[in-house]
Nanobody, 120 residues
């Protein structure tokens, strides 16, 4: 099956860190820009970050700038999201998807998501 598989979520205290992984399954990641999205209960989907296919360009939503870092290892067919200084408002299900040119359109290969809960 052609999709992304997310992992690395969990429960963490405010101020803690997590690293999420987004592994491409059934296709080669090299030529795809990839975005991380999140959806909190009762809220719409929000794009958190995007990384271009060659990793030269990254995009972050304002609320995570300086706290989250997106990266990729094409040899491992995986994109990562390092999340530091986590806040309760970061609680959500996190998904990844291919995002051509990081344009936020034509999204594909959605995974099942991984739950991140920030709570004391």
């Amino acid at each position: 099956q052609v999709q992304f598989v997310e992992s690395g979520g969990g429960v963490v205290q405010p101020g803690g860190s997590l690293r999420l992984s987004c592994a491409a399954s059934g296709f080669i990641l090299d030529y795809y820009a990839v975005s991380w999205f999140r959806q909190a209960p009762g809220k719409g989907r929000e794009r958190v970050s995007c990384i271009s296919d060659n990793a030269r360009n990254t995009v972050y939503t304002g609320s995570v700038k300086g706290r989250f870092t997106i990266s990729r290892d094409n040899a491992k067919n995986t994109v990562y999201l390092q999340m530091n200084s986590l806040k309760p408002e970061d609680t959500a299900v996190y998904y990844c998807a291919s995002d051509p040119n990081c344009a936020g359109q034509g999204l594909d290969y959605w995974g099942q998501g991984t739950q991140v809960t920030v709570s004391s």
